[in-house]
């Protein structure tokens, strides 16, 4: 389950990488991002009402109203980051999304931690002839809708799909890993059916991808 990952390729690279239109390119002067986590903004690449491709800014995880059990009380929104690839054809939270909005999550590594006081974070990337190799990973978004403790609220959300952790993965998450796309494989997640983009969902080659860094700290990006 990935909780935080990095996205540090420039805006230019960006839409080489991923095809988009230099009119078609909303994130400005975009920084670097070391660190990422739920509720923060992260760049996304989508397709327009045109079924053009757009480089934009969401906040990741699909909110819904929380409530506390024991008062009732309106709390913050949850923020729902992963969806399971066994679940997003099913469940009615991501079902509509993956039929109709998917999207690329663009990123240079995911981040999974091990144990606890303190939790080891361990750094994935893929192996290449850069430092950080660009990759994307399978995303969904939405127009979240939901109660918060000042009303009712809404935002653009996007959510990351995970998928069977492979053999790098598994010994510091045993059960899941983010879902990775080939970078031939981008048209067909983008705009495929239902079936052909769920064929993508699999595990990203384990000799593909290298461990970057582990260490132990409370608040931890890539560096």
Not at 88 to 102: A, C, D, I, N, T
Not at 171 to 189: C, F, G, N, S
Request: glycine share 8%.
């Amino acid at each position: 389950m990935c909780n935080l990952y990095s996205n540090t390729t420039a805006v230019e690279a960006m839409r080489n990488l991923f095809k988009v239109p230099l009119d078609a390119d909303h994130l400005g002067n975009a920084e670097p991002l070391t660190a990422i986590w739920p509720k923060y903004l992260g760049h996304v690449v989508r397709l327009d009402k045109e079924g053009a491709r757009e480089l934009v800014s969401l906040s990741w995880g699909f909110r819904t109203t929380k409530t506390s059990k024991k008062t009732g009380k309106i709390l913050q929104p949850a923020a729902w980051n992963n969806a399971r690839d066994d679940k997003v054809q099913s469940v009615g939270l991501w079902k509509e999304s993956f039929h109709e909005r998917r999207c690329l999550i663009p990123g240079t590594s995911f981040c999974e931690a091990k144990g606890r006081s303190p939790a080891t974070y361990h750094w994935f990337g893929l192996r290449g002839d850069d430092a950080r190799p660009p990759f994307a990973f399978a995303g969904m978004w939405t127009r979240s809708r939901f109660e918060a403790p000042d009303g009712q609220d809404e935002c653009e959300t996007y959510t990351m799909i995970t998928t069977t952790a492979n053999d790098l993965v598994k010994p510091v998450h045993p059960d899941r890993m983010p879902a990775i796309l080939q970078p031939d494989d981008y048209e067909q997640w983008l705009a495929g059916s239902a079936k052909e983009a769920g064929d993508l969902l699999r595990p990203f080659p384990a000799d593909a991808m290298r461990l970057i860094k582990s260490g132990a700290e409370e608040r931890h990006d890539e560096g």
